[in-house]
T-cell receptor, first 114, second 112 residues
Framework: NAGVTQTPKFRVLKTGQSMTLLCAQD?????MYWYRQDPGMGLRLIHY???????AKGEVPDGYNVSRLKKQNFLLGLESAAPSQTSVYFC?????????????FGPGTRLTVL | RKEVEQDPGPFNVPEGATVAFNCTYS??????FFWYRQDCRKEPKLLMS???SGNEDGRFTAQLNRASQYISLLIRDSKLSDSATYLC?????????????FGGGTRVLVKP
């Protein structure tokens, strides 16, 4: 099993550009999450999904959209990137809702917005 | 006040020494607690859960103090490979369900 994978690993955008981050998991997990990690801030939940076709806002959703058309994939979109969105983005999945003891993270995407 | 707070460090630790650090949480309704380890430029990974009675996993000991609302992690006989950032994670049951809150992490540098 590959676990949770993320693409791309790195990306540099100019302000106003758009992009999509892809997260894929092969563990048949229902729940998937997108976090951002900024220095000293801890991971903050952007959006999450409780199953195929459903998404919901997390703690810091502004400027992001998500889609979960297939159970194994969770996409995070930035429609018009801003420098404040420079961060490391982690995707995660769990079998049980917010189960911290069985939460699997992807390797992360480092995004810089100039 | 942040919901979960950690001393960012770094804690500079001689190899073989013991290091301990805490994580404080503000919500007394928080139910379960965890320590994650995050290596530089890597994803977080579960290190251990924290049980009410305290628990050990090899050289690592986790404690919970509900009265003072903090958890602690102690690393004995530190190895160079213990150098990492340690994230505290708190699970709180809210009306909408479980909510995980991550601390900002404590950086530990073990030196020869």
């Amino acid at each position: 099993n590959a676990g949770v994978t993320q693409t791309p690993k790195f990306r540099v955008l100019k302000t106003g550009q758009s992009m999509t981050l892809l997260c894929a998991q092969d563990m048949n997990h229902e729940y998937m999450y997108w976090y951002r990690q900024d220095p000293g801030m801890g991971l903050r939940l952007i959006h999450y999904s409780v199953g195929e076709g459903t998404t919901a806002k997390g703690e810091v959703p502004d400027g992001y959209n998500v889609s979960r058309l297939k159970k194994q994939n969770f996409l995070l979109g930035l429609e018009s990137a801003a420098p404040s969105q420079t961060s490391v983005y982690f995707c995660a999945s769990t079998k049980v809702w917010q189960a911290a003891d069985t939460q699997y993270f992807g390797p992360g995407t480092r995004l810089t917005v100039l | 006040r942040k919901e979960v707070e950690q001393d960012p460090g770094p804690f500079n630790v001689p190899e073989g020494a013991t290091v301990a650090f805490n994580c404080t949480y503000s919500n007394s309704a928080s139910q379960s607690f965890f320590w994650y380890r995050q290596d530089c430029r890597k994803e977080p990974k579960l290190l251990m859960s924290v049980y009410s009675s305290g628990n050990e996993d090899g050289r690592f000991t986790a404690q919970l103090n509900r009265a003072s609302q903090y958890i602690s992690l102690l690393i004995r006989d530190s190895k160079l490979s213990d150098s990492a950032t340690y994230l505290c994670v708190v699970n709180t049951l809210e009306a909408a369900g479980n909510k995980l809150t991550f601390g900002g992490g404590t950086r530990v540098l073990v030196k020869p």
